[in-house]
């Protein structure tokens, strides 16, 4: 008897069923090739009847099933659950702008590759979400662009000092004749063509007790959304400063506290979140990753650190809900190829493999997967039980690497000298588009 107790939390019995979970399962089809087939979707509104906030994760940034995956959602929430802003893991002002930019006309690729990180804006699987978010813009569901990372992002980072300039010559013009705003833009500027190397050697706290000031005179304007975004903006600009000069860590406090301000600015509208799951869990200081090196690598990070998902959970508690990736097999990475070997037996993939479906939704409320090593961080496995810091996963049992889209990538960035160009016909491109 002793000796099975021993063993029991030496293996952290196993005691769930695929039989007992199968039920719980929302099949999504196919997700390649831009699949529009909802048929089988019914049943997530009832499991997101009550949710404002859907924060759909990914492993490692370099999964392009999962963002298919994530695609097919987002039309799906937008077309018959009434979403109707999209909010990524991408720059703050940045994506504003390029809202603003799409709104004046630009093309919303162009708009996306200009504001969101490249890891996503320049691939081929997402020209899809583009294509959506244009046709949506004339619909009877159109679906608004912005950003909820603290970062200075993309391109589009070039307007923000011109942008604050023109705000400040109707509230405050004197700011804009003092030294301190000088030395203000010069470091944003900085930041805005990404000159790390140079930003760290100017004296930061200037800059940082510059802005702070530069928020008291605003608060004394009355408040508006012109007002209020600027605000947020200088706020969000400080803690990347603070994290690039001065090694302070506010970034995932910052991104909720963002994602918070455009909620409360946008109360009508039901979001989405992309982002990286990493960012999006709550109860993070569970996490306890397999390998110990990858624990003092990243896993130590979550014990320290609050995710914007915990901040989000305490404060909307039920009407948030965050969806996690996981996968079978495959590859991943965008700049290197990176195999996702098969799950091992008795890890949570492998009980999940045992469906008939090959990408679908599981819900974790009232699951307890005790035992069940998971890989949705990384593609690590974590030894604490999934259900612990998310709200449901989907599974996804080939996972595919995304393919970098050259031309347009060089489009945007064509100072970089290490992207050769790679020209083909859409056929030849395989119609991703």
Same mark, same amino acid.
């Given at each position: 008897?002793?000796?099975?107790?021993?063993?029991?939390?030496?293996?952290?019995?196993?005691?769930?069923?695929?039989?007992?979970?199968?039920?719980?399962?929302?099949?999504?089809?196919?997700?390649?090739?831009?699949?529009?087939?909802?048929?089988?979707?019914?049943?997530?509104?009832?499991?997101?009847?009550?949710?404002?906030?859907?924060?759909?994760?990914?492993?490692?940034?370099?999964?392009?099933?999962?963002?298919?995956?994530?695609?097919?959602?987002?039309?799906?929430?937008?077309?018959?659950?009434?979403?109707?802003?999209?909010?990524?893991?991408?720059?703050?002002?940045?994506?504003?702008?390029?809202?603003?930019?799409?709104?004046?006309?630009?093309?919303?690729?162009?708009?996306?590759?200009?504001?969101?990180?490249?890891?996503?804006?320049?691939?081929?699987?997402?020209?899809?979400?583009?294509?959506y978010i244009e046709n949506a813009r004339t619909s009877e569901h159109p679906l608004k662009l912005l950003g909820f990372d603290n970062q200075i992002t993309g391109k589009y980072s070039k307007y923000l000092i011109p942008d604050l300039s023109e705000?400040?010559?109707?509230?405050?013009?004197?700011?804009?004749?003092?030294?301190?705003?000088?030395?203000?833009?010069?470091?944003?500027?900085?930041?805005?063509?990404?000159?790390?190397?140079?930003?760290?050697?100017?004296?930061?706290?200037?800059?940082?007790?510059?802005?702070?000031?530069?928020?008291?005179?605003?608060?004394?304007?009355?408040?508006?959304?012109?007002?209020?975004?600027?605000?947020?903006?200088?706020?969000?600009?400080?803690?990347?400063?603070?994290? +690039?000069? $001065?090694?302070?860590?506010?970034?995932? *406090?910052?991104? #909720?506290?963002?994602?918070?301000? /455009? &909620?409360? !600015? %946008?109360?009508?509208?039901?979001?989405?979140?992309?982002?990286?799951?990493?960012?999006?869990?709550?109860?993070?200081?569970?996490?306890?990753?397999?390998?110990?090196? +990858?624990? $003092?690598?990243?896993?130590?990070?979550? *014990?320290?650190? #609050?995710?914007?998902?915990?901040? /989000? &959970?305490? !404060? %909307?508690?039920?009407?948030?809900?965050?969806?996690?990736?996981?996968?079978?097999?495959?590859?991943?990475?965008?700049?290197?190829?990176?195999?996702?070997?098969e799950a091992e037996e008795g890890t949570f993939e492998f009980l999940l493999a045992q469906s008939q479906f090959n990408n679908f939704l599981l819900p974790l409320h009232g699951l307890h997967f005790d035992g069940y090593k998971s890989r949705p961080?990384?593609?690590?496995?974590?030894?604490?039980?999934?259900?612990?810091?998310?709200?449901?996963?989907?599974?996804?049992?080939?996972?595919?690497?995304?393919?970098?889209?050259?031309?347009?990538?060089?489009?945007?960035?064509?100072?970089?000298?290490?992207?050769?160009?790679?020209?083909?016909?859409?056929?030849?491109?395989?119609?991703?588009?």
């Amino acid at each position: 008897m002793l000796l099975g107790i021993f063993l029991c939390k030496e293996i952290k019995c196993q005691s769930i069923y695929f039989s007992s979970i199968k039920d719980s399962i929302v099949d999504l089809g196919s997700v390649a090739n831009n699949d529009q087939d909802f048929s089988t979707f019914s049943d997530l509104k009832e499991i997101l009847k009550d949710v404002e906030l859907v924060m759909l994760g990914e492993q490692s940034h370099g999964e392009a099933t999962a963002y298919e995956t994530k695609i097919k959602l987002i039309k799906y929430l937008n077309q018959e659950m009434g979403f109707d802003l999209l909010i990524f893991e991408s720059g703050f002002y940045d994506c504003h702008k390029a809202w603003e930019m799409i709104v004046a006309g630009e093309d919303v690729r162009d708009a996306m590759g200009n504001s969101i990180f490249s890891l996503w804006s320049t691939i081929y699987e997402l020209k899809p979400l583009a294509n959506y978010i244009e046709n949506a813009r004339t619909s009877e569901h159109p679906l608004k662009l912005l950003g909820f990372d603290n970062q200075i992002t993309g391109k589009y980072s070039k307007y923000l000092i011109p942008d604050l300039s023109e705000y400040l010559k109707k509230t405050n013009p004197a700011i804009l004749e003092t030294s301190e705003w000088e030395h203000f833009a010069e470091s944003v500027n900085l930041l805005a063509k990404f000159r790390y190397k140079e930003f760290k050697k100017r004296p930061i706290q200037n800059d940082t007790l510059f802005v702070q000031k530069l928020i008291l005179e605003l608060n004394k304007v009355d408040s508006n959304m012109d007002t209020d975004f600027w605000i947020q903006t200088l706020e969000s600009v400080n803690t990347f400063a603070a994290t +690039i000069a $001065l090694k302070k860590d506010f970034r995932d *406090k910052q991104m #909720a506290e963002n994602l918070i301000w /455009l &909620k409360e !600015k %946008y109360p009508k509208s039901k979001i989405i979140c992309w982002g990286a799951t990493s960012h999006f869990l709550y109860n993070s200081d569970k996490v306890q990753m397999k390998s110990k090196v +990858i624990q $003092l690598l990243g896993g130590n990070y979550y *014990k320290k650190q #609050a995710m914007m998902g915990e901040y /989000l &959970k305490r !404060k %909307y508690k039920e009407k948030v809900f965050t969806i996690g990736f996981t996968a079978y097999q495959g590859e991943f990475g965008l700049w290197r190829k990176r195999k996702l070997d098969e799950a091992e037996e008795g890890t949570f993939e492998f009980l999940l493999a045992q469906s008939q479906f090959n990408n679908f939704l599981l819900p974790l409320h009232g699951l307890h997967f005790d035992g069940y090593k998971s890989r949705p961080l990384g593609n690590f496995y974590m030894n604490n039980p999934i259900n612990e810091v998310m709200d449901a996963v989907i599974f996804n049992r080939d996972m595919r690497k995304p393919k970098l889209d050259r031309n347009f990538f060089l489009k945007i960035y064509p100072e970089n000298k290490y992207i050769k160009p790679e020209i083909k016909s859409e056929e030849e491109d395989g119609g991703r588009a």
